[in-house]
């Protein structure tokens, strides 16, 4: 079993930024990765990047490609959301989830575990 531990949230202005934190119990554990999702109210989840532990290959949803950036630190079982530029529409709660393929996965079915979830409010 994996937990991960979400951090980074808060309330920010538009055009601000903020560095999400997803740390890992363990890399291991049948799962190979990394990915954040977001739901904002009323919404379904939505996929927003994803990072396989052992090569760094990653994904990026095109709605935060540009100003959204994931990255690793496999030493500290973390994964990172750097989110730039943000805009009022990038409020939600942020998840990141433990992919269960090798592949890297856009579908939320393919997250095996899960975090509790950051806040955050971006005010215009």
């Known amino acids: 079993q994996v937990q991960l531990v979400e951090s980074g949230g808060g309330l920010v202005q538009a055009g601000d930024s903020l560095r999400l934190s997803c740390v890992a119990s363990?890399?291991?554990?049948?799962?190979?990765?990394v990915g954040w999702f977001r739901q904002a109210p009323g919404k379904e989840r939505e996929f927003v990047a994803a990072?396989?532990?052992?090569?760094?290959?990653?994904s990026v949803a095109e709605s935060v490609k540009g100003r959204f950036t994931i990255s690793r630190d496999n030493a500290k079982n973390t994964v990172y959301l750097q989110m730039n530029s943000l805009k009022p529409e990038d409020t939600a709660v942020y998840y990141c989830?433990?992919?269960?393929?090798?592949?890297?996965?856009?579908?939320?079915?393919?997250?095996?575990?899960w975090g509790q979830g950051t806040r955050v409010t971006v005010s215009s």
């Open positions: 363990t890399r291991t554990a049948g799962t190979y990765g």
């Open positions: 989830g433990a992919s269960r393929t090798w592949a890297i996965q856009i579908d939320s079915g393919g997250y095996r575990y």
């Open positions: 990072l396989r532990w052992s090569d760094g290959r990653m």
